[in-house]
């Protein structure tokens, strides 16, 4: 149903009868969609690469691996596009 919504489409049969019947215009004022957008933007904004930081000088080597093998992952899983379209079905 938010699909409706989001292409302001979201008037029932019954409303439109309803409204032509009392002569009054359909009138939508797009808030939905803007909203989602916003968000969608927001979340786009706000990434960041992972970093990992060594616990002690000694470790900035195995730092460097946790940080590849983590960024590998996420890169694989593609979280970008999955928290963006989540937000849309929200």
């Not at 409706?4 to 008037?11: E, G, L, N």
Request: charged fraction near 30%; proline fraction near 7%.
């Amino acid at each position: 149903m938010n699909w409706r919504y989001y292409h302001i489409d979201q008037w029932t049969p019954d409303q439109i009868k309803i409204l032509k019947k009392r002569q009054q215009p359909l009138i939508t004022f797009d808030r939905t969609a803007r909203k989602m957008d916003s968000l969608g933007g927001t979340i786009r904004r706000l990434r960041t690469d992972p970093k990992c930081y060594p616990n002690t000088p000694n470790g900035e080597n195995g730092a460097e691996v946790a940080t590849q093998v983590i960024r590998t992952i996420c890169d694989a899983s593609s979280p970008k596009i999955s928290k963006v379209e989540c937000c849309k079905d929200g």
